[in-house]
T-cell receptor, first 112, second 112 residues
């Protein structure tokens, strides 16, 4: 079956620290991979995506590389800001379907 | 502005009292979906609709109904709400052939 596993949070960092949130997946076929972000009190917004192996998605200083050999899509940012505090969801869309399958979410708290 | 809207944003109700959460999108998207978000479980799909008059069950459909009489609207109906349906609900839409889903702001439901 299809599933997504994320590292458990919360992740607490100081401003300007390096961020990694691990995400691994199980999927049949060739899924597309996504990171969504949920700021407090808001809905989910697409942060970045990658549609095939070795693609790198990037946005707002965040990056993630689609690694088929390790079935991973880890989210990274070189220098986090307080405004990055949010819940981050890794997700996949199995090839040929519109359904998003989400990980449990990782809460990030960045302190000044 | 392209958006998905949901109403109400917050709702407190009692067991057994029928309720409807509305969802509307202005992007002419064919595909719409409902998810519920619970701590530690991420988002799980309740129902989806490929187009007008075409709906199908997602992963957790028990206790919910939907209808799709118009392309823009996809209401979620709880005929007899129970406390285990207390959750945060998101509607999403997607253009057929695309993979990025657009989410509404969420409806927080408390069933007493």
């Amino acid at each position: 079956g299809n599933s997504v596993t994320q590292m458990e949070g919360p992740v607490t960092l100081s401003e300007e620290a390096f961020l990694t949130i691990n995400c691994t997946y199980t999927a049949t076929g060739y899924p597309s991979l996504f990171w969504y972000v949920q700021y407090p009190g808001e809905g989910l917004q697409l942060l970045l995506k990658a549609t095939k192996a070795d693609d790198k998605g990037s946005n707002k200083g965040f990056e993630a590389t689609y690694r088929k050999e390790t079935t991973s899509f880890h989210l990274e940012k070189g220098s986090v800001q307080v405004s990055d505090s949010a819940v981050y969801f890794c997700a996949l869309v199995p090839g040929g379907y519109n359904k998003l399958i989400f990980g449990a979410g990782t809460r990030l708290a960045v302190h000044p | 502005e392209a958006q998905v809207t949901q109403n109400p944003r917050y709702l407190i109700t009692v067991t057994g009292k029928k309720l409807t959460v509305t969802c509307s999108q202005n992007m002419n998207h064919e595909y719409m979906s409902w998810y519920r978000q619970d701590p530690g479980l991420g988002l799980r799909q309740i129902y989806y609709s490929m187009n007008v008059e075409v709906t199908d069950k997602g992963d957790v459909p028990e206790g919910y109904k939907v209808s799709r009489k118009e392309k823009r609207n996809f209401p979620l109906i709880l005929e007899s709400p129970s406390p285990n349906q207390t959750s945060l609900y998101f509607c999403a839409s997607i253009l057929q052939g695309e993979e990025t889903q657009y989410f509404g702001p969420g409806t927080r439901l408390l069933v007493l």
